[in-house]
């Protein structure tokens, strides 16, 4: 916990961000303290894969949410998940679709309030963390992992570390650096993969959506891999608004996702999922996992407050 916690700790440093600086009024989009013109609602998407290929997929979502919004919907890319908290608490980003621990960190530091997740077709709104070894490894449990080198996600992914982290304290009272012989954070989902089909690594966490997807495309051969372990479900990923959002103009992007199955809006992101409709969610949706970012020693002390 302890490279976790130096992590966390510098989301009040440097500002990721690539792109122009966000402009807007507090009820029309970034707050104006930032400059530029107001009207533009700026959206980040925390990086749980490539982020051309989010931005891709995204963009039928966008395109809607400036039509319902009359207003410009800029999404701005962001290098990791420490960025996306950092941008919000800076008043820099006015929406953002967190992972779920993310987002707990995200709410203790910025006050990030999530609003909406996201349902597949024909499935819950959750998903899996998986550890994934080649097929012809011999490990058959976790503990057959000790003294491997294993390739987690980003500190601030749920089920590329945190869930993971906790799964190998339950079975070894071991953390993640006691327990394995070398923790690599690769920093999204279909890299920590990559490290894996490379033979960097002896086996990766990953999310069952990126892992599935791979699989269905055939980017990576299946039969050349393993479920090793395998997590109850999660609460999807949430998507969440800045504390200081206009409340008029939060319900109105609210109902323009819960209206985009209707419309026959596109709604297939990687990394995040391929999805039929959007549900209203709270904080407490997300109690299991403030349950475990706690005990796992995380606190605001951990995000250099």
Known sequence: MRRLS????ALGLAFLFGCSAPSGSASNGTSAKNGGSPGVLHIALSPSE?????????????????????M????????????????????????????????????????AEPILIGQEEGK?????????????????ELKDLKGKKIALVDPGSTSGNLVPRMA??????????????????????DAALLSLVNGNVDACAIQDITFN????????????FRVLWKSDPIPQ????????????????IVQSFLAMDSKGVKMDVPGVGDFQKFHRVTMDDYQVIAEMASALGLSKNDMGK
């Open 168 to 189: 190998v304290l339950k079975a070894t009272n071991a953390t993640a650096e006691e327990f394995f012989g070398n923790v690599a954070y690769a920093g999204s989902h």
């Open 72 to 111: 410009d919907v800029k999404v701005d890319r962001v290098t990791d998940y420490s960025s996306v908290i950092e941008a919000q608490r800076a008043g820099k980003v006015d929406v953002a679709w967190y992972g779920p621990l993310s987002m707990i960190l995200a709410n203790q530091e910025a006050g």
């Open 50 to 70: 490539d982020s051309e290929k989010m931005a891709v997929g995204f963009e039928p979502i966008r395109a809607q949410l400036a039509k319902d919004l009359e």
């Open 124 to 140: 819950s709104t959750t998903y899996f963390s998986m550890i994934i070894v080649p097929a012809n490894s011999p490990a058959k």
């Open 237 to 252: 990923s949430p998507i969440a608004v800045r504390k200081d959002l206009d409340p008029q103009l939060k319900e109105k």
């Open 6 to 9: 130096i992590f966390l700790a």
């Open 213 to 224: 997807a791979k699989c269905a495309s055939k980017e990576i051969d299946e039969s050349k």
